[in-house]
């Protein structure tokens, strides 16, 4: 018997170590957010990531007043770091969404004390994204044009256009993963409203919670809603990266235009995601002490998706550079041989498999799968190269299409650089607010997690399936009311 | 016993002695009762008796309203209002209309899931007569409760002290209105 409580442990690890009851989970975690006293810590990393979002409205300030001459894109090169960033940032959204969504439906019980977080990471990185494409219309004052609405001019956004598809795509995956995440949040709010000692934090609490007093009834309703919005984000994330690649490879463009652009770049997207998933949790994790819920199982987890979704990746490099030769199109083994040995930008493709493809066959190892320190350095490694990826399917793509005179080489300026960088910087000052201010971790979905929380037997996973109540029903009295 | 009575609440410590209590209850004839607990119990529904929600009815239907809008939508500015030909493809292409009916399909359910959900639960609801309890506030940490509202039609105060004082509970609360 212990043997096979040994064996079991191995095959479906605890997803809470330590001793927890529901009032030291709930204490834990709601601290982080309840306490006066802000951690020294905490200062500094805003501090930081604040001083690099001002790069952000430097750049933004100077380019409404100069206009988008002052980017390095220019003809042949008329894409490039605005459209690189965004598909970047876009997809680093995408492992948001995979957590709670899919993993919800997987019924991944590791999801649960991740999720929240990574939620915030997709809108925050959505936001993040979309600053791009606007800013690269130059008049980001007109972004409504980009929305169907019957106007003086007379004229319809193109729905033929996979631009037009990006916008409807974006803006629903920004509204749906906002919707998702704040649902997830109104029973831990109502938390925050009990506990909160502050008057003012306590009505705002108490306001975004919605009366939330935890009934039977109500959670029955809210389970029901929880399934459906996963069962609708799921399709909705597959469709937003592959809508992204649409605007790729709709065009007649040799290394733009290929069939299994969807699917690799929705690979791509989980493949970014966990790692910046990564990146955001090792430092969460140890400064505010949450081992016990982020235990070393979700990292290996995570590791494991990153590289199961790396080979993907890697994978859709081999296949790519296989078209290209076995398709006999000139043009597209022409684009091939220039990416990969005789253009200019031949490094960038050589970077980009050494961070995506050599970096990942680390984690064959168990040393570096299980070591925080490793883990976190193969991340930041991996979003570099996802960054790569884009730059070497956007600019090597464009710059040598297929008359030669008009053939060009691509630079970013500065302000490119400073645009990019202090996005980075924005996305990381709303992880800190969001830290702050909100509980990073779901306190209700960990409760279900405890022991305690069995019902004769029964595991209270947030995850099972609420259908099954209709076949429980032992009694022959109609429900009530 | 004060007229303005909400009803009664018993205090519980685990999700199991919630759900035997709710059982009871219902077996004991109380209709109109609740349960309060800090996350979801998958047993409560058939304890307390819950009906399964219209909601995902609600959501088929807002989906389908998202679909049909886009359709029309897209109908209505490429063959109706502006017809032009572009890219070589017929007014009504629909395969590129696909993605804006798509999206528009997730948005509206997921609109509906959400608010639906809000809707259906009486929500917002800033004031409720359980809050006056002081205890409940326990309720979205780590006790459970149960509720027997006084509009029960079998609510007889004595009688459902007497019988909440026999679930083992922590301690019976009245609660006012």
């Known amino acids: 018997m212990q043997d096979l409580k040994e064996v079991q442990k191995r095959i479906y690890p605890p997803m809470v170590e330590g001793e927890h009851t529901y009032a030291s989970v709930t204490d834990k975690i709601s601290d982080v957010t309840l306490k006066k006293t802000t951690p020294f810590h905490w200062f500094i990393g805003f501090g930081i990531a604040f001083m690099i979002a001002q790069l952000l409205l430097f750049t933004v300030i100077w380019l409404l007043t100069k206009g988008i001459g002052i980017w390095g894109n220019n003809q042949p090169v008329g894409w490039a770091f605005d459209i690189i960033n965004f598909v970047w940032w876009i997809g680093i959204g995408h492992a948001g969404t995979l957590i709670s969504a899919i993993l919800l439906l997987l019924n991944q019980k590791w999801r649960t004390s991740i999720n929240r977080f990574a939620e915030a990471m997709t809108l925050f990185a959505v936001a993040c994204a979309g600053m791009f494409p606007l800013l690269h219309t130059g008049r980001p004052w007109l972004a409504y044009w980009l929305f169907p609405y019957p106007n003086v001019m007379n004229v319809w956004p193109q729905f033929r256009s996979p631009l037009i598809w990006d916008v409807f795509a974006v803006s629903t995956y920004a509204t749906v993963s906002l919707l998702f995440w704040y649902v997830g949040l109104i029973p831990d709010l109502a938390t925050l409203r009990d506990r909160a000692k502050n008057k003012f934090f306590k009505f705002i609490y108490a306001a975004l919670s919605w009366g939330w007093r935890g009934s039977a009834r109500h959670w029955h309703r809210y389970e029901l809603a929880y399934l459906i919005l996963a069962g609708l984000s799921t399709p909705l994330v597959l469709s937003v990266h592959s809508i992204v690649s649409l605007d790729f490879s709709v065009s007649q463009l040799p290394g733009w235009h290929a069939t299994f652009f969807p699917p690799y770049f929705v690979a791509g997207a989980v493949y970014a995601g966990f790692a910046m998933v990564l990146i955001l949790c090792i430092p969460l994790r140890h400064f505010y002490k949450m081992q016990d819920f982020i235990t070393h199982t979700h990292l290996v987890y995570m590791s494991k998706v990153m590289m199961a979704t790396g080979f993907i990746v890697v994978y859709s490099y081999i296949m790519e550079a296989f078209f290209g030769w076995y398709g006999g199109s000139q043009y597209e ?118 022991p305690a929380a069995d019902v004769h037997g029964h595991q209270q996973d947030f995850e099972e399936n609420v259908n099954e109540v209709e076949y429980t029903y032992d009694r022959t009295d109609p429900p009530n009311e | 016993m004060e007229k303005n009575l909400y009803g009664l609440i018993a205090e519980f410590d685990t999700a199991e002695q919630l759900v035997d209590a709710a059982r009871e209850a219902r077996d004991a004839g109380y209709t109109k009762t609740d349960a309060c607990s800090p996350f979801p119990i998958h047993e409560m529904d058939e304890a307390l008796g819950i009906k399964r929600s219209i909601l995902p009815y609600l959501c088929l239907a807002g989906g389908i309203t998202g679909l049909l809008s886009g359709l029309a ?84 105060y004595d009688a459902a002290r007497g019988f909440m004082e026999t679930l083992k509970a922590q301690e019976v609360f009245d609660v006012e209105e």
Not at chain 1, 413 to 427: R, S
Not at chain 2, 148 to 156: A, M, V
């Open chain 1, 333 to 450: 083994w022409f684009m091939i041989k220039n990416r990969i040995w005789e253009g200019p930008y031949w490094y960038m493709y050589w970077l980009l498999l050494l961070c995506n493809g050599a970096s990942i066959q680390l984690l064959w190892f168990k040393r570096f799968r299980e070591s925080e320190y490793w883990l976190f350095l193969i991340a930041i490694v991996v979003s570099v190269g996802m960054w790569l990826e884009r730059f070497v399917i956007i600019v090597t793509s464009i710059h040598r299409d297929f008359l030669p005179s008009s053939w060009g080489m691509y630079s970013p300026t500065m302000f490119d650089i400073t645009m990019f960088t202090g996005t980075i910087g924005f996305f990381f000052t709303l992880i800190y607010l969001f830290v702050r201010f909100l509980p990073m971790i779901s306190i209700f979905e960990v409760r279900t997690l405890l």
């Open chain 2, 73 to 156: 939508l897209t109908y209505f500015v490429h063959v109706i209002d502006y017809p032009i030909i572009v890219g070589g493809r017929p007014h009504f292409s629909l395969p590129s209309f696909i993605p804006p009916m798509y999206e528009l399909t997730i948005l509206c359910a997921s609109f509906t899931a959400v608010f639906g959900m809000l809707f259906l639960n009486g929500l917002p609801r800033p004031y409720h007569p359980l809050f006056n309890v002081p205890r409940f506030a326990l309720a979205t940490r780590e006790k459970f409760f149960l509720v027997i509202e006084s509009e029960d039609p079998k609510f007889d």
